[in-house]
T-cell receptor, first 112, second 116 residues
Framework: GENVEQHPSTLSVQEGDSAVIKCTYS??????FPWYKQELGKRPQLIID?????GEKKDQRIAVTLNKTAKHFSLHITETQPEDSAVYFC???????????FGSGTRLQVQP | ETGVTQSPTHLIKTRGQQVTLRCSSQ?????VSWYQQALGQGPQFIFQ???????GRGNFPPRFSGLQFPNYSSELNVNALELDDSALYLC???????????????FGEGSRLTVL
């Protein structure tokens, strides 16, 4: 949980296209990888998470994939809609400090 | 089920002043964490409280302090305010189990602090 890098910082897609956001982490002991969505002026909310014992998890149009060897995990949004426009944060736990370390965020803009 | 509520929603202070922010955790949650979110950045961990004790701390100076009460509500206090303290302060409650940091955080709407 010491360092989480997130890319890209901004992403613009056309409605109906797919969007992919990637995060890399440094702590090989990390075992939990959530994604939070924060709409403008709103609170961050968990949209999907994955634990280290699986490689992929899907929930309707969103999915998260995990590559523990390469230490990265990605958020995939298919058939994007304007309401998907928000800032997305990845995170991983810093169990030593009992916290989540968040990435710097990706601002996704879905153009209608 | 009541969600996480924070007060005040907005406030303006001047350098050197002190501020207290308040948070009521979600019903049934025993753990409260505070995060600072600067404009355009991800939330940065300040500290966590569990059973009325500080349970973990991020890279923030001692002038950032807190409390947790028996009903699990919490306060964040910041002394000697600096311009860089201007940010959105988010409170998040959770129900921590054995695997710390692997439970969902339920955030409040935040308190936006402006320091002039």
């Amino acid at each position: 949980g010491e360092n989480v890098e997130q890319h890209p910082s901004t992403l613009s897609v056309q409605e109906g296209d797919s969007a992919v956001i990637k995060c890399t982490y440094s702590d090989s002991a990390s075992n939990y990888f959530p994604w939070y969505k924060q709409e403008l002026g709103k609170r961050p909310q968990l949209i999907i998470d994955i634990r280290s014992n699986v490689g992929e998890k899907k929930d309707q149009r969103i999915a998260v994939t995990l590559n523990k060897t390469a230490k990265h995990f990605s958020l995939h949004i298919t058939e994007t809609q304007p309401e998907d426009s928000a800032v997305y944060f990845c995170a991983d736990p810093d169990t030593g400090r009992r916290a989540l370390t968040f990435g710097s965020g990706t601002r996704l803009q879905v153009q209608p | 089920e009541t969600g996480v509520t924070q007060s005040p929603t907005h406030l303006i202070k001047t350098r050197g002043q002190q501020v207290t922010l308040r948070c009521s955790s979600q019903s049934g949650h025993n753990t409260v964490s505070w995060y600072q979110q600067a404009l355009g950045q991800g939330p940065q961990f300040i500290f966590q409280y569990y059973r009325e004790e500080e349970n973990g701390r991020g890279n923030f100076p001692p002038r950032f302090s807190g409390l947790q009460f028996p009903n699990y509500s919490s306060e964040l206090n910041v002394n000697a305010l600096e311009l860089d303290d201007s940010a959105l302060y988010l409170c998040a409650s959770s129900l921590e189990g054995r695997e710390v940091g692997t439970g969902e955080l339920f955030f409040g709407e935040g308190s936006r602090l402006t320091v002039l």
